[in-house]
């Protein structure tokens, strides 16, 4: 496709339960971003990678939170056993060796 | 990353100028000036960026201060599509993530 794709594009969950959240770049794009974002703030980051390297992981909340990218394409964010403060919508951003990043329409994570 | 410091929201009139500004006092010589905007329910989205000179495209323009310690983004004629948040972003060079922070909420009254 042309653009980032993300999916689900919304996931409801019963809290304990493990979550895996796939973000599709822009083909070719080097850099891969996860970011989380609350209702009324901008992106939080959380991971990123360089091809299957994951570079910084920092923004990572706790443990519960990983993220691979072993072919250095597509990407899994995983949370295992979710919370309710893990509801939020997640972001994925890919960037390519000189140019902007673009984000994708991110998946909306409900725990309940 | 060093931070920035924009106003929380801003109003315009359509088809009027806009001028959103933004500090970044303790830029580094090798940080660029991002700005991304986010539309209602959308994910963020590229405007422009630059270093040290004014930027044009068809989008906005970038003016940056001499000192590099503030900017502006100017949006020339705003219609009801640019309501949104407007993000500035410093980053350095390679690919480094961006750092968001709260940004400008940028209402526009027709």
């Known amino acids: 496709g042309a653009g980032v794709s993300q999916s689900p594009r919304y996931k409801v969950t019963k809290r304990g339960q493990d979550v895996a959240l796939r973000c599709d770049p822009i083909s070719g794009h080097v850099s891969l971003y996860w970011y989380r974002q609350a209702l009324g703030q901008g992106p939080e980051f959380l991971t990123y990678f360089n091809y299957e390297a994951q570079q910084d992981k920092s923004g990572l909340p706790n443990d519960r939170f990983s993220a691979e990218r072993p072919e250095g394409s597509i990407s899994t964010l995983t949370i295992q056993r979710t919370e309710q403060r893990d509801s939020a919508m997640y972001r994925c951003a890919s960037r390519g060796l000189n140019t902007e990043a673009f984000f994708g329409q991110g998946t909306r994570l409900t725990v309940v | 990353d060093a931070k920035t410091t924009q106003p929380n929201s801003m109003e315009s009139n359509e088809e009027e100028p806009v001028h959103l500004p933004c500090n970044h006092s303790?830029?580094?010589?090798?940080?660029?000036i991002h700005w991304y905007r986010q539309l209602p329910s959308q994910g963020p989205e590229y405007v422009i960026h630059?270093?040290?000179s004014n930027v044009n495209n068809r989008m906005a323009s970038l003016a940056i201060a001499e000192d590099r310690k503030s900017s502006t983004l100017i949006l020339h004629r705003a219609t009801l599509r640019d309501a949104a948040v407007y993000y500035c972003i410093l980053r350095g060079s390679g690919n480094t993530p961006l750092v968001f922070g709260k940004g400008t909420r940028l209402s526009v009254i027709a």
């Open positions: 630059g270093l040290t």
């Open positions: 303790t830029i580094s010589g090798t940080d660029y």
